[in-house]
């Protein structure tokens, strides 16, 4: 019975590639080199993640950069979960601002440079 819920969910991805390309279901399926269809407990399995990726994210759900030691921090899928670069990108931004947030980033350069003139 599972399976056949994933093929049911699927089935609205087929369509709207039908819709996107003018072409008829059953063409995109034959024209289609890989087919891997996954579910919240797919992702689970693959990505050790409770429930997967699937969904809005609140803020208590994200652990944050920041470790119990000094100076550490985290950064990839286990502060900001999501598929590829940018969810690396906005992780490793996360851990550089709480290392060194904007405000004071910014004081510095303005300090160096009129320190400079």
């Given at each position: 019975?599972?399976?056949?819920?994933?093929?049911?969910?699927?089935?609205?991805l087929f369509k709207s590639i039908?819709?996107?390309?003018?072409?008829?279901?059953?063409?995109?399926?034959?024209?289609?080199?890989?087919?891997?269809?996954?579910?919240?407990?797919?992702?689970?399995?693959?990505?050790?993640?409770?429930?997967?990726?699937?969904?809005?994210?609140?803020?208590?759900?994200?652990?944050?950069?920041?470790?119990?030691?000094?100076?550490?921090?985290?950064?990839?899928?286990s502060v900001f979960p999501g598929?590829?670069?940018?969810?690396?990108?906005?992780?490793?931004?996360?851990?550089?601002?709480?290392?060194?947030?904007?405000?004071?980033?910014?004081?510095?350069?303005?300090t160096s440079k009129t320190s400079?003139?």
């Amino acid at each position: 019975m599972y399976k056949e819920q994933k093929a049911a969910a699927a089935e609205v991805l087929f369509k709207s590639i039908g819709i996107a390309l003018d072409i008829d279901v059953k063409e995109v399926k034959e024209r289609s080199e890989v087919s891997l269809i996954g579910s919240p407990l797919t992702h689970e399995r693959f990505l050790r993640r409770k429930d997967g990726t699937y969904g809005a994210v609140f803020n208590e759900m994200l652990p944050g950069p920041e470790t119990p030691l000094k100076g550490l921090y985290l950064a990839g899928d286990s502060v900001f979960p999501g598929i590829g670069v940018p969810a690396v990108a906005v992780s490793g931004a996360s851990a550089a601002n709480t290392a060194v947030n904007v405000v004071t980033h910014l004081r510095a350069m303005m300090t160096s440079k009129t320190s400079n003139n």
